[in-house]
T-cell receptor, first 110, second 113 residues
Framework: GQSLEQPSEVTAVEGAIVQINCTYQ??????LSWYQQHDGGAPTFLSY????GLEETGRFSSFLSRSDSYGYLLLQELQMKDSASYFC???????????FGKGTTLSVSS | DGGITQSPKYLFRKEGQNVTLSCEQN?????MYWYRQDPGQGLRLIYY???????QKGDIAEGYSVSREKKESFPLTVTSAQKNPTAFYLC????????????FGPGTRLTVL
């Protein structure tokens, strides 16, 4: 089956850089995705990595190493609005649905 | 506006009653999904459907049922057999392909008294 491990909590101050790690075990790999969810809201898509390397989208970047079954989400120039939960996700064995990690709660303080 | 709607946002039911949560999308997506979220548990997959009139169980399907009679709609019934139904329920949809993101609805918070 699929399983994902990510830290439960991370804290940082405004303007800092934070990295949220994710390790996964899958029986079939279709890529690693990241989602953001503000408290009480709907998760929203941040990034998707199918190949090794770094993908950059504004202040957020995502990295994948398939040989290490590892990825991370890098958030730069942190803002208060970045306080949220961040989930890494992989596809199920059939590739038909996303399986999510338990999430990392990021708290940004001033 | 394209998107996913879930209603109601808050739902209260007495123990032993079945309850149906609605999910409608106008994104023309083929695939739809139901997730359950509990504090500290992340999102857990209940059921998903790739096409009309077909659906598959996720990791925690026991005590739940679904139907997919229309492409736009994927209602979830929480039955009395679900031992701990109080949770936040999220519906999502996507196009075909592993690279395609899943779009989520605003969720329904179900409380069973």
């Amino acid at each position: 089956g699929q399983s994902l491990e990510q830290p439960s909590e991370v804290t940082a101050v405004e303007g800092a850089i934070v990295q949220i790690n994710c390790t996964y075990q899958t029986s079939g790999f279709y890529g690693l995705s990241w989602y953001q969810q503000h408290d009480g809201g709907a998760p929203t898509f941040l990034s998707y990595n199918a190949l090794d390397g770094l993908e950059e989208t504004g202040r957020f970047s995502s990295f994948l190493s398939r040989s290490d079954s590892y990825g991370y989400l890098l958030l730069q120039e942190l803002q208060m609005k970045d306080s949220a939960s961040y989930f890494c996700a992989v596809r199920n064995q059939a590739g038909t649905a996303l399986i999510f990690g338990k999430g990392t709660t990021l708290s940004v303080s001033s | 506006d394209g998107g996913i709607t879930q209603s109601p946002k808050y739902l209260f039911r007495k123990e032993g009653q079945n309850v149906t949560l609605s999910c409608e999308q106008n994104l023309n997506h083929d695939a739809m999904y139901w997730y359950r979220q509990d504090p500290g548990q992340g999102l857990r997959l209940i059921y998903y459907s790739q096409i009309v009139n077909d659906f598959q169980k996720g990791d925690i399907a026991e005590g739940y049922s679904v139907s997919r009679e229309k492409k736009e709609s994927f209602p979830l019934t929480v039955t009395s057999a679900q031992k701990n139904p109080t949770a936040f329920y999220l519906c999502a949809s996507s196009s075909w392909g592993p690279e395609n993101e899943q779009f989520f609805g605003p969720g329904t918070r179900l409380t069973v008294l």
